[in-house]
T-cell receptor, first 115, second 114 residues
């Protein structure tokens, strides 16, 4: 089954404790992206990647890091989480070329609480 | 920078009635516009997109959207609403050609009443 998976689905942590949220897709998509969803603010893009070893900032990259060492994986790293990073996080992927370009497939979400 | 606006936080419609969820955009250059739906406790699902071509775009689950360049709008429509259409709907725009940065609206909650 074609899908985007995220782990963990739920995470409660404390301020300053480094964490990684994993994202993996099995559709051979070149493009991957991370978003955060907050009430009243909709979705905001954190980082995106056009291909392996190519990443770029979205609208809200501060406090986050990403890496794209393999095509299928795009982990989101919070090196020193703070309470304002409490949010619902989504990973997404899509093709970069062809008719399916821009059709993003989203993961199920990771609900992060930073105390 | 590109932007989208969803002027209504919530839309209520009776089952069987037509529904419209509004979206306006501001872009320089050709717009790449999208609609996504989010059911409770789920990720977003792609509904439809406008890149070029016909102004009326047909998508999944019987939804369609009309691209109106003069009014800079991309409203989502469905002729007959179902209770199962109740969800959160997001309009989005790509932030220009040559980039894969996306701007999403704040979302509109659609409630279809039986």
């Amino acid at each position: 089954e074609a899908q985007v998976t995220q782990n963990p689905r739920y995470l409660i942590t404390v301020t300053g404790k480094k964490l990684t949220v994993t994202c993996s897709q099995n559709m051979n998509h070149e493009y991957m992206s991370w978003y955060r969803q907050d009430p009243g603010l909709g979705l905001r893009q954190i980082y995106y990647s056009m291909n392996v070893e190519v990443t770029d900032k979205g609208d809200v990259p501060e406090g986050y890091k990403v890496s794209r060492k393999e095509k299928r994986n795009f982990p989101l790293i919070l090196e020193s989480p703070s309470p304002n990073q409490t949010s619902l996080y989504f990973c997404a992927s899509s093709y970069r070329t062809g008719v399916s370009t821009d059709t993003q497939y989203f993961g199920p979400g990771t609900r992060l609480t930073v105390l | 920078a590109q932007s989208v606006a969803q002027p209504e936080d919530q839309v209520n419609v009776a089952e069987g009635n037509p529904l419209t969820v509004k979206c306006t955009y501001s872009v320089s250059g050709n717009p790449y516009l999208f609609w996504y739906v989010q059911y409770p406790n789920r990720g977003l699902q792609f509904l439809l997109k406008y890149i070029t071509g016909d102004n009326l775009v047909k998508g999944s689950y019987g939804f369609e959207a009309e691209f109106n360049k003069s009014q800079t709008s991309f409203h989502l429509k469905k002729p007959s609403a179902l209770v199962s259409d109740s969800a959160l709907y997001f309009c989005a725009v790509r932030d220009g050609e040559g980039t894969y940065k996306y701007i999403f609206g704040t979302g509109t909650r659609l409630k279809v009443l039986a």
